[in-house]
């Protein structure tokens, strides 16, 4: 199979007024820098170091902010790392995304807070959807996975019939039939945190299903897939850092930390 495009959503929703960008004093968190690279600089390298990504674009509000970090510039200028303008919600950059991108699919998206995401993370991710090939693919380490790495953690899991889950920000699109999965998030994310956004994003069957934990993760995702008239797949990942993102000072702190222990430096 052709290898994918990745779209990494970067836009920040308060500017230099974001509490992750004020720990520096810059106008956009993505540019904060996280042991000594910025943070979307460690996306974008995660995506061009993983076997099945080919193009990678960004979606941010303006070509000027990539072009603030040396080596993203140098790669727009290359050719290697191509520029969107991001929109006011996730779903319409997303849509914006792929009606400017030439022959987008299959589309893996991923956001620009997460630093911790791996190569190995990207291409166990990608060879499972490849292997399957649904309509679309979404990414979820199981609460074992991260407690047993880190038991003294607290993180919000999505509580179901077979445990806990934690979303990983990495999804697939695999074709223009798959795009209207994405028109969920058109209100903003965070599910877990907004009850009323699950709610008019999935119904009222699945949201008391979730909610009284009456339904396996795959139960849900077939429940979704007859919804919308396609495939959804599960994809497990192995790895208790890919839920892992940088949303607010605590989880900046926590991800430095991480980054340390990868090169062996003291914390």
Not at 136 to 148: F, G, S
Request: charged share 25%.
């Amino acid at each position: 199979m052709a290898k994918a495009t990745a779209l990494i959503l970067a836009a920040s929703r308060k500017g230099p007024d974001d509490a992750v960008a004020q720990l520096q004093n810059l106008s956009h968190k993505c540019l904060i820098d996280l042991d000594g690279t910025v943070m979307l600089e460690r996306v974008v390298n995660s995506l061009v170091a993983a076997r099945d990504i080919d193009r990678i674009y960004v979606s941010i509000e303006e070509e000027a902010t990539l072009r603030a970090v040396p080596a993203l510039a140098a790669m727009l200028d290359a050719g290697t790392l191509f520029f969107v303008p991001s929109s006011d919600n996730l779903f319409t950059s997303v849509s914006n995304a792929v009606e400017a991108i030439d022959s987008p699919y299959p589309l893996v998206i991923t956001t620009g807070d997460n630093a911790l995401h791996t190569p190995e993370m990207i291409d166990h991710f990608t060879g499972e959807l490849f292997a399957a090939r649904p309509d679309v693919a979404v990414a979820m380490t199981p609460a074992q996975v991260i407690l047993d790495a880190y038991p003294d953690g607290k993180r919000a899991f999505h509580m179901l019939k077979d445990g806990g889950w934690s979303s990983c920000n990495l999804y697939a699109l695999m074709s223009d039939k798959a795009l209207k999965t994405a028109k969920v998030f058109e209100g903003g994310g965070q599910f877990g945190k907004k009850p009323e956004r699950l709610l008019k994003a999935f119904g009222l069957t699945f949201v008391i299903l979730y909610k009284f934990k009456l339904a396996t993760i795959d139960g849900l995702a077939k429940r979704l897939s007859r919804r919308w008239g396609l495939t959804l797949n599960v994809v497990r990942m192995p790895f208790a850092d890919a839920p892992i993102d940088v949303d607010n000072p605590g989880d900046y702190a926590r991800t430095l930390g991480i980054l340390k222990r990868r090169r062996g430096a003291e914390v």
